[in-house]
């Protein structure tokens, strides 16, 4: 399982423009500090953004934009969504309708 960072539900990923990576990875990419700050909402943490000038975001555990993503990171790839969601099972059903082909949704049920 992804190790979560932060407080409850904990955060997954770092959303920098259109990638989206674990947090381990943008701590290499960008800097342990600014991802800590970004990661614990430290005052000011908005200031710190990507190598384009666009601001971090944090994806929680659970959040339906984790479905079907991996890190952005190329020596990474890890899947970022919990790894018994079923979004894995038929990833272009899955973005293309949010269910598979027996219905089942990405809600988490405890389907594996």
Same mark, same amino acid.
């Given at each position: 399982?992804?190790?979560?960072? $932060? +407080?409850?539900? $904990? ?6 423009? @259109? ?6 990875? @943008?701590?290499? +990419?960008?800097?342990? !500090? ?5 990661? @614990? ?24 934009? +984790? ?5 952005? @990171? ?5 899947? +970022?969504?919990?790894? /018994? ?6 990833? !272009?059903? /899955? ?7 027996? $219905?089942?949704? $990405? ?6």
């Amino acid at each position: 399982m992804l190790e979560a960072f $932060g +407080l409850w539900p $904990g955060v997954v990923a770092i959303a920098a423009d @259109a990638e989206m990576y674990c947090v381990p990875c @943008a701590k290499m +990419l960008y800097g342990e !500090e600014p991802i800590e700050a970004v990661v @614990a909402g430290e005052p000011g943490y908005e200031q710190y953004t990507d190598h384009e000038g666009n601001p971090f975001t944090v994806v929680l555990r659970g959040s339906e934009s +984790l479905h079907t993503m991996h890190c952005g @990171a190329v020596a990474c790839r890890i899947p +970022l969504c919990d790894e /018994w969601c079923p979004c894995y099972l038929d990833p !272009e059903q /899955w973005n293309q309708y949010g269910r598979l082909p027996d $219905g089942r949704k $990405g809600e988490y049920d405890g389907v594996s």
